[in-house]
């Protein structure tokens, strides 16, 4: 994967922030930006390193994507998609960390994102919550579900496998919602 890439998050709690940290690590050069309702997550992130662009709100920025990860909590999901949508790149790929799959499948489809779209459910996480405790290992030998929206689309379902690939997930599953 090259180093050049841009990787955007909205959402960066325990698993956004380790999805970050885990991609800072293996992609030193790339540009991270991030937005979160909790400015001190995001603020926090950048000043250790992790985010290059902390955003205070969902714009344009988000256009240069080629990864766009959705890690807030599932009952914003709706919302942040209606919101990020106008500024997607038809080539970035989009995927979420939520537990829950069907209503962010269909909201995808009402969208049209259907083709750069693949819902992700890592297995893992601990106690604790917030940015502060995000690691770059959190995800270490732990399961990851992927629940794409087409199951015919090889090249979709290798891009996410390389993708996930710097947080070292011990097994990937593909499903349904």
Do not use: W
């Not at 992609?27 to 000043?47: F, G, M, Q, V, W």
């Not at 009952?75 to 962010?104: M, P, W």
């Amino acid at each position: 994967m090259n180093e050049n890439l841009t990787f955007g998050f909205i959402g960066l709690g325990l698993i956004g922030g380790s999805i970050a940290k885990a991609l800072r690590k293996t992609y030193p050069d790339c540009h991270i930006l991030a937005y979160d309702i909790n400015k001190e997550a995001t603020s926090l992130a950048k000043e250790e390193g992790t985010v290059n662009t902390a955003l205070s709100e969902i714009n344009e920025e988000f256009s240069a994507c080629d990864y766009l990860f959705l890690c807030a909590p599932v009952s914003f999901n709706d919302e942040n998609l209606l919101k990020v949508k106008q500024y997607l790149s038809q080539d970035c790929l989009l995927t979420d960390v939520g537990s829950v799959k069907t209503d962010i499948h269909r909201h995808i489809e009402a969208l049209g994102l259907n083709r750069q779209f693949i819902g992700g459910h890592p297995m893992a996480g601990n106690h604790n919550s917030g940015f502060k405790y995000a690691r770059a290992n959190l995800f270490k030998g732990a399961p990851m579900v992927i629940v794409p929206a087409d199951f015919d689309d090889i090249l979709l379902l290798d891009r996410v496998k390389t993708l996930l690939a710097p947080a070292a997930f011990g097994r990937i599953s593909v499903t349904t919602a």
